[in-house]
């Protein structure tokens, strides 16, 4: 077991949806944007998505902009990425990562994989055509 520990990946068709599912540990704060990064062999780690604390702000990665949807649960110390209308350049190991730093969330950096001091172990997508 993780601080972050991600769930839902498999296999899907092009055009199709998967939900994926990260369970928080309760040693982490809550009060901390979390968000989801990508990778694939021979790509550096992707931006996903990212959400604020209380669900008000949220920013996308361009790839993604339009077909994925994030959201959390507080009370439930959960993460969401909801992935419709899937392609096959969707196929990546997904992380489930925490923001290192608290507050009013910007986008400034958010794709920086460096800024997250926390990370899952990931969950496997892979989308056929």
């Known amino acids: 077991q993780g601080d972050l520990v991600e769930s839902g990946g498999g296999l899907a068709q092009a055009g199709g949806s998967l939900r994926l599912s990260c369970r928080t540990s309760?040693?982490?704060?809550?009060?901390?944007?979390l968000g989801w990064f990508r990778q694939t062999p021979g790509k550096e780690r992707e931006f996903v998505a990212i959400?604020?604390?209380?669900?008000?702000?949220?920013y996308y990665g361009d790839s993604v902009k339009g077909r994925f949807t994030i959201s959390r649960d507080n009370a439930e110390s959960q993460l969401f990425l909801q992935m419709n209308s899937l392609k096959v350049e969707d196929s990546a190991l997904y992380y489930c990562?925490?923001?290192?730093?608290?507050?009013?969330?910007?986008?400034?950096?958010?794709?920086?994989?460096?800024?997250?001091?926390?990370w899952g172990r990931g969950t496997q997508v892979t989308v056929s055509a």
């Open positions: 959400i604020s604390t209380s669900s008000v702000n949220a």
């Open positions: 990562v925490k923001f290192k730093t608290p507050g009013v969330l910007k986008p400034t950096f958010v794709a920086d994989p460096d800024q997250y001091d926390t």
């Open positions: 309760r040693r982490l704060d809550m009060t901390y944007p």
